[in-house]
């Protein structure tokens, strides 16, 4: 069987940036390119911790998505959109082998969102 979704996964929109016009002072800018893919992974809520820093709040979020049997176009630049929360992607995504002998097992992304 060759699944390029999961009917229980996750929508996810991938967020490249690409070389934009120069701001007015001649710098150049990154403009956001948004795809929503066709894949649907399975989505892991990760953990979150909570750095103790003196005069700051913060939480540190880290899913991670597995897509399963299938290749995924996602960069370590690029950021994604998940139930229109926005986590940078962590690294390169790590393709594991199939055990059973398929050709790809999947692909694992690893994430992270940030607040505070």
């Known amino acids: 069987m060759t699944w390029t979704s999961l009917p229980g996964g996750v929508a996810v929109t991938r967020r490249r940036f690409t070389d934009g016009p120069d701001d007015r002072y001649g710098k ?11 894949q649907r992974p399975a989505f892991d809520p990760g953990g979150s911790r909570e750095p ?8 540190v ?5 597995y897509f399963v049997e299938s290749v ?3 960069a370590d630049k690029d950021e994604v959109l998940i ?3 926005r986590y940078t992607v962590q690294g390169d995504p790590a393709d594991w082998p ?3 002998g398929s050709e790809v ?11 505070g």
């Open 28 to 38: 150049p800018t990154k403009t956001p390119v948004d795809v929503v893919l066709d």
């Open 52 to 59: 103790v820093e003196v005069g700051r709040t913060q939480t």
């Open 61 to 65: 979020t880290t899913p991670k998505l």
């Open 72 to 74: 995924v176009d996602i």
């Open 83 to 85: 139930a229109g929360k």
């Open 98 to 100: 199939d055990p059973f």
């Open 105 to 115: 097992g999947g692909v694992v992304v690893e994430l992270q969102r940030v607040d």
